[in-house]
């Protein structure tokens, strides 16, 4: 079975520029996060999807950023334009709905961003 | 929200040697996982563990949710081990991990 995967694998860009990041789930996995992790320091939340419906976006730093889940299969991040501070290390995550407990969340290999 | 601490922040280890990293967090959870990422910068699923104990080769992990804590321990280390070591949350209350800033691991041969 496929793992999370992500593309690109890293993205070189210069200030002002745009970025689409993309990430395809586990087959059927309804549950897709984004997160990061900028300057060295934590991993941050940055939004989740259940299925195609965004269920929580309150990680997303600002208006630049916009994420979208169409069909609710692969989900892309789009950043508009790109500034220096949004250089690091985008992840994508997926797992399955459960009704009790959370499920194990699974992640990609990562976008590394470097903004110039 | 939930806080999660990690510790040590790093940590030097010769070749064969033990270690137990530590994860503390501020409320109960229901879920909780421990990372390793790589040199490559994966994040490599160790643990799925909101309690309990488990093992999985020379790796083996205790969270005890009733004192707000967890252990990772790493037997006879490996160069292969270096790397990030993260631990990670969920209370109950939302649906996203919540990341300890991690444990830097360099194993010396």
């Known amino acids: 079975e496929a793992g999370v995967t992500q593309f690109p694998s890293h993205s070189v860009i210069e200030k002002g520029q745009t970025v689409t990041l993309r990430c395809d789930p586990i087959s059927g996995h309804d549950n897709l996060y984004w997160y990061r992790r900028v300057m060295g320091k934590e991993i941050k939340f940055l939004l989740h999807?259940?299925?195609?419906?965004?269920?929580?976006e309150s990680g997303m730093p600002n208006n630049r950023f916009l994420a979208e889940r169409t069909g609710g299969t692969y989900s892309t991040l789009k950043v508009q334009p790109a500034e220096l501070e949004d250089s690091g290390v985008y992840f994508c995550?997926?797992?399955?709905?459960?009704?009790?407990?959370?499920?194990?969340?699974?992640f990609g290999q990562g976008t590394r961003l470097t903004v110039v | 929200g939930i806080q999660v601490e990690q510790s040590p922040p790093d940590l030097i280890l010769q070749e064969g040697a033990n270690s137990t990293l530590r994860c503390n967090f501020s409320?109960?959870?229901?879920?909780l996982q421990w990372f390793h990422q790589n040199p490559w910068g994966q994040l490599i699923n160790l643990f799925y563990?909101?309690?309990g104990t488990k093992q999985n080769g020379r790796l083996s992990a205790t969270t005890v949710a009733t004192e707000r804590y967890s252990l990772l321990y790493i037997s006879s280390s490996q160069t292969t081990d270096s790397g990030v070591y993260f631990c990670?949350?969920?209370?109950?209350?939302?649906?996203?991990?919540?990341f300890g800033a991690g444990t830097i691991l360099r194993v010396k041969s």
């Open positions: 563990i909101p309690s």
């Open positions: 409320d109960s959870v229901n879920n």
């Open positions: 990670a949350v969920e209370d109950w209350y939302g649906n996203k991990l919540v």
């Open positions: 999807f259940v299925k195609e419906s965004k269920q929580d």
């Open positions: 995550a997926s797992s399955q709905i459960r009704e009790v407990l959370n499920t194990e969340a699974f």
